[in-house]
């Protein structure tokens, strides 16, 4: 596009458009431009460019909206949801598919994906839904989807794009984790310096290599941590504790635990047992008021 002889108000405008994260956004700066443009001969040619791709771009939205495409329709939010957050190249793809059944495209090209994915996470029987949300440069980037997420991971390559993710998203509620990868390219000073610096910061993080798969481990327990929930197993007696956790708010209790498997008929229970990280010992007889904690055991015997 010539921008002979446009006005510094353009040339402002012009510059808001090209960092724009959202089509809307984009659109709305279209807009702009299209009033700060000349409306004399010279610029005729420039006017119409501006407005067929104002019509493009307004089409496609509107397209995008009624298709159900944009995940504000398109993606049912489950209990426990993490949206990846990066810039392209930094390994998000690569990351979707060490952690989740899905299997998005990896590649060198920027922008590669232009749709949020979405994957399930298998947390030892608890799942986790995890979401690549596109580029945060491009104009795919869902910004709502990384806004609306229980825990935003936020991953990077280099220190730089930490603060640049930051400001463009909220500074609350959401949990933060810092995810910093391709750790298998660096050497072990710069390892030791970058914890340093993380930690200084007293971010959130994990360094990791979704190449070599190291610390995915630690990543995933961070990652469930930043739900502030706990993971109680149930058990009949005489019998194995159950394959699936049951989750539960944090400081929970024994009479939550009822309610939630006896659907509210705690009033049956005649006697509570207990095993894991908040008894005293094996089998502790306790109360409804007792507290548990993540991978406690209990044990009901009805009347
Ligand atoms: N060395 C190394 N390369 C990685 C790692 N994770 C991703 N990559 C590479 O980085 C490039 C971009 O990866 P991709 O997952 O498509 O990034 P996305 O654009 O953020 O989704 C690919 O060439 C990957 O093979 C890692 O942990 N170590
Ligand atoms: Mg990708």
Redesign the pocket.
């Known amino acids: 596009m010539a921008s002979t002889n446009q006005s510094p108000a353009y040339l402002k405008v012009q510059g808001k458009f090209l960092t724009a994260q959202t089509s809307e956004e984009r659109l709305n700066f279209l807009e702009e431009m299209i009033k700060e443009c000349p409306k004399h001969k010279s610029s005729e040619n420039m006017l119409a460019n501006l407005t067929t791709r104002y019509k493009k771009l307004k089409e496609k939205i509107t397209k995008a909206k009624k298709s159900g495409k944009t995940s504000k329709v398109g993606i049912k939010k489950y209990d426990l949801q993490a949206v990846i957050t990066?810039?392209?190249?930094?390994?998000?793809?690569?990351?979707m598919s060490v952690l989740t059944n899905a299997s998005?495209?990896?590649?060198?090209y920027?922008f590669?994906?232009t749709k949020p994915i979405i994957g399930m996470m298998n947390y030892s029987g608890t799942l986790i839904q995890i979401i690549?949300n596109p580029?945060i440069e491009s104009e795919f980037y869902d910004k709502g989807l990384t806004n609306t997420a229980d825990t935003i991971l936020i991953?990077v390559d280099n220190l730089e794009q930490i603060k640049q993710i930051e400001k463009q998203i909220p500074k609350f509620p959401q949990k933060k984790i810092i995810l910093f990868?391709?750790?298998?390219?660096l050497t072990e000073e710069k390892i030791r310096k970058l914890h340093a610096t993380l930690q200084s910061k007293k971010y959130n993080f994990v360094l990791?290599?979704?190449?070599?798969q190291e610390n995915i481990g630690d990543l995933k327990d961070k990652l469930f941590s930043s739900f502030n929930k706990i993971r109680v197993y149930t058990k009949e007696p005489g019998k194995e504790k159950s394959q699936k956790p049951i989750i539960l708010n944090q400081n929970s209790t024994i009479k939550d635990v009822a309610e939630k498997i006896l659907h509210g008929f705690s009033e049956k229970i005649k006697e509570t047992k207990l095993w894991g990280p908040s008894s005293k010992f094996s089998a502790q007889k306790v109360g409804l008021k007792h507290k548990l904690k993540d991978l406690d055991v209990v044990e009901f015997k009805t009347r």
């Open positions: 990066g810039f392209s190249n930094t390994g998000k793809s690569s990351l998005p495209k990896i590649s060198d920027k590669t994906t690549e580029a991953l990868n391709k750790k298998d390219k990791i290599s979704t190449k070599t």
